[in-house]
C-alpha cells in the first residue's frame, strides 16, 4: 500500500499514478513516493477543473439550431448557445435515428481516437464504441497516428509489432547482454514520461543508466541531440530527416561487398534477401546503394557509414527505429529496412540484440509484460464492416463515394452525416488544419463529448460537458504494468459536466437499449463486477487478490508477475521450424510476394529508397528550404492539458517554442524570444523563437499539441497564432499500403514576424448567446 498524507486519496492517469486531495484554490497533486522519475506533467491537474476552458453545460451551435442538421461552413465560428440536459440528449437521439433510418448506419463514423481516460470504465474509446455497436453499428477508424505504417508492414514481414517491441526486448536483457544499441530516430526521454493506461512506476530511465554504466554502447541517429536522455553518452549521428532509410541501405552495402553480412542467419532465418540483394547492388536500378550514395542523400559522410557498419558486427547489437520515422511519406520502408539490416548482422532472437520497434517511446517499453490485465467493458460487435485508415478522416468527409487503396484492398469511402466523436481531438492529432477545418463542414451533425473547448469542440453542432477522471471513480492500469489502481473520485463534477457512462445511458434510453447498454449496472457497480471478474480469472491460476473493499481502501493491489516466457521471436531464432513467424513463409521476409502482388509503386516488394516530396533534397526546398520536424510535446500528452501550468510553462509569451539552429536563424536574423512565422503553401502559425545548436542545420523543431488557434476563422486558409504545426502539414498517407500519418516532416520556411501580435484566444471560451 502507498503511503498517502491526510485526506489524500489515489488516482492514475496515463502519465502516472499519484496521490491528490482537494484545496481551497485547486487540486493538490504528489506523485506516487515510490516512483523514481515522475512525470512534471502531473502538476497540470492542479487547477484543470476549473480552468477558463472547462465547459459548464451543455451546448448547441447556434446555426444548427436554427437551420437543423445539414453540411454548414459556420462550424469554427459560429456562437453556442447553452442547453438543458434533456434537450441535448433529445437532439442527440433524435439525430442518430433520423441518420440510421435516412442513411444506415454506415452514415456515423464513430470518432475516438485519442488517449481519452486511463481508467478502466470510463474509457471514452470503449464507451463510444459499445453505444453504437448496441445501437446498429457505426463506419470505424483502424491503426494510429503514431504507427500507422509500422502496424501495417509488420505483420507482412515479421508478424505483430509485439514480436519486436515490449517484452520482446527488455532493459534487463540489454543491461544483461547488450553491446551497441544504435537508436534510428532517438529514444527521447520525454516519450516515456506516458503510456496507455499509465505506469505506477517510472523505471526505463534508470535501466538506461544501468546499461550504459555497463559499458553499452548509444549510437543516436536523429537530426535532434537531445533524441537521448545526456546519462547516455551516444555519440550524434545526424543525418537529413526523411533520409534515414538510405542511410541503412549504405551501411547493407558495406556488410554485403565486405563479407560482413550473416550469410547462415539470412538463409535460415530470411526469405527473399537475393531479390534485395540484387536491388542493393544496383542490378535491378543502375545504382549501386554504396556509401558514397548515401552520403549525397543523407548528408553524413561515405567514410563515417562504412566505420560504423563495421562497428556493428561482431557485437550483440539491437537496431531499434521509433514511431517518429514512419510518421512520413514512405514511412514503412525505415521499419522494413531496420528489420533487415538487423537480420544481415544475424541478431534477431538474441538476448538484448536484434531489432526493436520501437524502443523507448512509452514507459513501458523494455519491461517484461504483466501477467494480467484489469478488464474492460464489453464493446460488442460492429455490424457494419467500413472502416478508414485513422489518418484518412478528412479524405472520408471530403470524398464520399471515393475508392482508396489499403493493406491490398480497393475500399470506398462512406457518406458520411454525423459524426460523433467521444475522447480525442483530431484538431491536434490531424494534419493540414484547414483543410480539417473544410472536412468538418460536410457532415450533417457534429455532436462531440468533451471538458474542454477544444477545437475539436468549437467545431462540433452539440457540445456533451463531461467530467474528468478526478471528478468520477474508475480504476487504472498500464499496458504491462503490475499495479492496478484505484482511481478515487477527489473532485465533484464541475458545473453541469456528467461522465460519458451516464451521458450514453441516457442515449441508450431514449433509442430503446438503455438496458442492453448498462446490464443493469451503474458505472460504479460495472467497477465491482469487473473487479470480481478478474479475481475470479486469477483464482483460475491460483493468484489470489484482496477483496474489492480491500482493494479500494488500499488504493492499489499488485499482480505477482509470472516467470518470463520465451518471446516468439527467441522461440522462432531457437526453432524456425517448431516455431515458425506467421508470416506467408514462416520466416523474416526482406522480401514480400505478399507487398510485391500488391503492385503499389510507393511501397515495392523489398525496403527501397523512395524519394519523399518534403524534404531537403527536393525541389520544393528550394522555395522552403526548412526542414520542419513537429514531434512530441515533453509538457503535455499530445494536446492534453495544454493550457495547464506544465505547458504554459514552456511557452513564450504564451505562443509554442520552435527550435532554430544558429546559422538558420542569423541568416533570417532571428533572436531566442522573437516571435516567428512559420509558412508553405498550406499555412501558416506563429510561434516563439529559441536559437539552438542541439539540432542539425536546415532542422526546425516544435512539439505538437498547441491548440490550433486560427487568427481569422472566416479565412479558408488562416494563420495559427499559437503555434499547432498542423496548420502546415501535409495531409497524405503513408503510402497505399499503410495510408499511415506524415504529420512529422514539412518542408517550410521562417521569418521574424514583426507585424502587431494577434490576441491568443484558444485557452478562452468561445461566444455564447441566448436563444
Not at 512539439?703 to 486558409?717: L, M, N, Y
Request: aromatic share 8%; proline share 9%; glycine share 10%.
Amino acid at each position: 500500500m502507498t503511503e498517502r498524507l491526510p485526506g489524500e486519496r489515489p488516482h492514475h492517469s496515463h502519465w502516472g499514478a499519484f496521490l491528490a486531495q482537494p484545496t481551497p484554490s485547486g487540486i493538490a497533486v504528489r506523485p506516487r513516493p515510490d516512483d523514481p522519475d515522475p512525470s512534471p506533467i502531473l502538476h497540470s491537474f492542479r487547477t484543470a477543473r476549473t480552468a477558463a476552458v472547462r465547459i459548464p453545460q451543455p451546448m448547441a451551435r447556434r446555426g444548427w439550431l436554427e437551420h437543423g442538421p445539414q453540411p454548414d461552413d459556420r462550424r469554427g465560428r459560429d456562437p453556442f448557445v447553452p442547453i438543458s440536459w434533456p434537450e441535448a440528449l433529445d437532439l442527440v437521439a433524435a439525430e442518430l435515428k433520423r441518420v440510421r433510418t435516412q442513411h444506415g448506419s454506415v452514415a456515423i463514423f464513430g470518432g475516438s481516437y485519442g488517449w481519452a481516460s486511463a481508467g478502466k470504465v470510463h474509457a471514452a474509446p470503449t464507451l463510444v464504441h459499445r453505444f453504437l455497436n448496441l445501437g446498429g453499428g457505426y463506419t470505424r477508424s483502424v491503426n494510429t497516428y503514431s504507427s500507422g505504417a509500422g502496424s501495417v508492414i509488420l505483420p507482412h514481414v515479421v508478424g505483430p509489432a509485439s514480436f519486436v517491441s515490449r517484452g520482446s526486448v527488455t532493459w534487463q536483457d540489454i543491461v544483461d547482454h547488450g553491446e551497441v544499441v544504435i537508436a534510428f530516430g532517438g529514444m527521447a526521454p520525454k516519450n516515456r514520461q506516458v503510456e496507455g493506461g499509465g505506469p505506477s512506476r517510472h523505471l526505463a530511465g534508470e535501466a538506461m543508466r544501468r546499461a550504459r554504466e555497463r559499458g553499452v554502447q548509444f549510437i543516436l541517429v536523429s537530426p535532434l541531440r537531445d533524441d537521448v536522455q545526456d546519462a547516455l553518452e551516444a555519440r550524434w549521428i545526424a543525418p537529413r530527416p526523411a533520409t534515414d532509410t538510405a542511410l541503412m541501405l549504405g551501411l547493407a552495402y558495406v556488410l554485403e561487398t565486405e563479407g560482413l553480412a550473416d550469410r547462415a542467419f539470412l538463409d535460415r532465418y530470411t526469405s527473399g534477401y537475393p531479390e534485395f540483394r540484387r536491388y542493393l547492388l544496383g542490378e535491378t536500378d543502375g545504382q549501386p546503394k554504396t556509401p558514397a550514395w548515401a552520403a549525397a542523400i543523407c548528408g553524413i559522410d561515405a567514410e563515417t557509414i562504412v566505420g560504423l557498419a563495421r562497428e556493428l558486427v561482431g557485437k550483440r547489437t539491437l537496431i531499434s527505429v521509433s514511431y517518429s520515422l514512419q510518421r512520413a511519406e514512405f514511412g514503412e520502408q525505415p521499419v522494413w529496412m531496420g528489420l533487415t539490416l538487423a537480420a544481415m548482422l544475424g541478431q534477431i532472437g538474441l538476448k538484448g540484440g536484434g531489432f526493436a520497434y520501437p524502443l523507448g517511446a512509452f514507459a513501458s517499453d523494455g519491461e517484461p509484460p504483466a501477467s494480467a490485465h484489469f478488464p474492460s467493458l464489453p464493446q460488442g460487435k460492429n455490424p457494419v464492416s467500413d472502416f478508414i485508415p485513422v489518418a484518412r478522416i478528412a479524405d472520408l468527409l471530403l470524398h464520399p463515394g471515393e475508392e482508396f487503396d489499403y493493406d491490398g484492398h480497393r475500399l470506398r469511402y462512406p457518406d458520411i452525416r454525423l459524426v460523433y466523436w467521444a475522447g480525442g481531438n483530431p484538431f491536434h492529432h490531424h494534419q493540414d488544419l484547414n483543410r480539417l477545418r473544410r472536412a468538418f463542414a460536410r457532415p450533417d451533425t457534429i455532436v462531440v463529448h468533451e471538458p474542454f473547448w477544444t477545437a475539436t469542440a468549437r467545431h462540433a453542432d452539440i457540445v456533451l460537458p463531461v467530467t474528468l477522471t478526478l471528478e468520477r471513480n474508475d480504476i487504472g492500469q498500464g499496458v504491462d504494468d503490475p499495479v492496478i489502481i484505484a482511481m478515487h473520485q477527489i473532485v465533484p463534477p464541475f458545473a453541469k459536466a456528467r461522465d460519458d457512462y451516464a451521458v450514453f445511458a441516457d442515449l441508450a434510453d431514449r433509442l430503446g437499449y438503455g438496458e442492453l447498454f448498462t446490464e443493469g449496472r451503474s458505472a460504479d457497480e460495472w467497477l465491482r463486477y469487473l473487479y470480481n471478474q478478474f479475481q475470479r480469472s486469477l483464482a483460475d491460476r491460483g493468484i489470489t487478490i484482496p477483496s474489492f473493499d480491500e482493494f479500494w481502501d488500499a488504493g492499489e493491489v499488485h499482480v505477482p508477475p509470472l516467470p518470463r516466457r520465451e518471446p516468439p521471436i527467441e522461440a522462432f531464432r531457437r526453432d524456425p521450424d517448431a516455431f515458425p513467424l506467421p508470416t506467408p513463409t514462416g520466416k523474416i521476409e526482406i522480401f514480400s510476394t505478399t507487398i510485391a502482388a500488391f503492385g503499389y509503386d510507393d511501397c515495392p516488394g523489398h525496403p527501397s529508397w523512395l524519394e519523399p516530396r518534403e524534404w531537403l533534397g527536393a525541389p520544393l526546398a528550394a522555395r522552403f528550404p526548412v526542414q520542419l520536424v513537429a514531434n512530441q510535446p515533453a509538457t503535455r500528452l499530445h494536446s492534453q492539458l495544454d493550457f495547464g501550468e506544465t505547458s504554459l510553462a514552456a511557452k513564450v509569451a504564451g505562443r509554442e517554442p520552435i527550435r532554430i539552429h544558429p546559422d538558420d536563424a542569423a541568416a533570417r536574423g532571428i533572436a531566442s524570444g522573437d516571435i516567428v512565422r512559420v509558412f508553405n503553401d498550406r499555412g501558416a502559425f506563429l510561434a516563439a523563437a529559441i536559437v539552438s545548436d542541439a539540432l542539425r542545420p536546415g532542422v526546425a523543431q516544435i512539439a505538437t499539441g498547441a491548440w490550433f488557434d486560427p487568427d481569422d476563422p472566416d479565412k479558408p486558409i488562416a494563420m495559427c497564432v499559437h503555434g499547432n504545426p498542423n496548420a502546415v502539414t501535409r495531409d497524405a498517407g503513408t503510402s497505399r499500403l499503410a495510408q499511415g500519418s506524415i504529420g512529422q516532416l514539412t518542408l517550410v520556411e521562417i521569418e521574424r514576424f514583426d507585424g502587431p501580435l494577434p490576441p491568443l484566444r484558444a485557452h478562452q471560451p468561445p461566444p455564447l448567446v441566448e436563444r
